[in-house]
């Protein structure tokens, strides 16, 4: 029987919602973008309007991902990362108000990358193991015979 104090489970909760949102959001974008170059120019200020929500999504989730390192007892890799993807928005944003295309939408490709893997690391976690666990790397131990583990 653990003597552990069990871990709240809403922070990973609470950190998979954001991560979804922003996903989602960075998803959203290149359509936006898309559909503006092709003419439907009402699509700016969609286009705008995502990129403060999406911002403001990763700030969320930089709150969140704290939680589940300091409550939840995960790693804090996934706070290091929503922090990386909060700085590049921000450039992102300002990059977008300056018209600094060739900037602009490299960064852009980026951002959506890294949002949908971060997503999908953050709902692959399970409480107790590194986020990015490579699949069979956490059983190497285990498939060790009897005895002969170190
Ligand atoms: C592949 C993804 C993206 C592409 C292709 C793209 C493309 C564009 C384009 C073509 C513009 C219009 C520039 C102009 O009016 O001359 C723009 C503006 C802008 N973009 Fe993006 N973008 C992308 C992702 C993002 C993301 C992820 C954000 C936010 C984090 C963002 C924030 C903005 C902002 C704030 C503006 C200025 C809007 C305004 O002036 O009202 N973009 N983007």
Do not use: N
Not at 18 to 44: E, R, S
Request: aromatic letters at 8%; charged letters at 10%; one cysteine or more.
């Amino acid at each position: 029987m653990s003597l552990q104090p069990a871990r709240p489970r809403w922070p990973l909760v609470t950190l998979r919602v954001t991560a979804a949102l922003v996903a989602l959001l960075a998803l959203a974008q290149p359509f936006l973008a898309g559909g503006l170059l092709q003419g439907f120019y009402t699509l700016l200020d969609a286009h705008e309007m995502a990129a403060m929500i999406l911002g403001t999504a990763v700030v969320l989730a930089v709150a969140a991902a704290l939680l589940v390192w300091r409550l939840g007892g995960s790693p804090g890799t996934f706070a290091v990362r929503y922090t990386v993807l909060l700085v590049l928005c921000v450039a992102q944003i300002s990059l977008g108000f300056s018209r600094v295309l060739i900037l602009h939408i490299p960064l852009g490709v980026g951002i959506f990358v890294m949002a949908e893997k971060f997503a999908a690391d953050v709902f692959r976690h399970r409480p107790g193991t590194e986020p990015t666990t490579a699949p069979g790397a956490e059983t190497a131990a285990s498939t060790e015979p009897a005895g002969v583990q170190a």
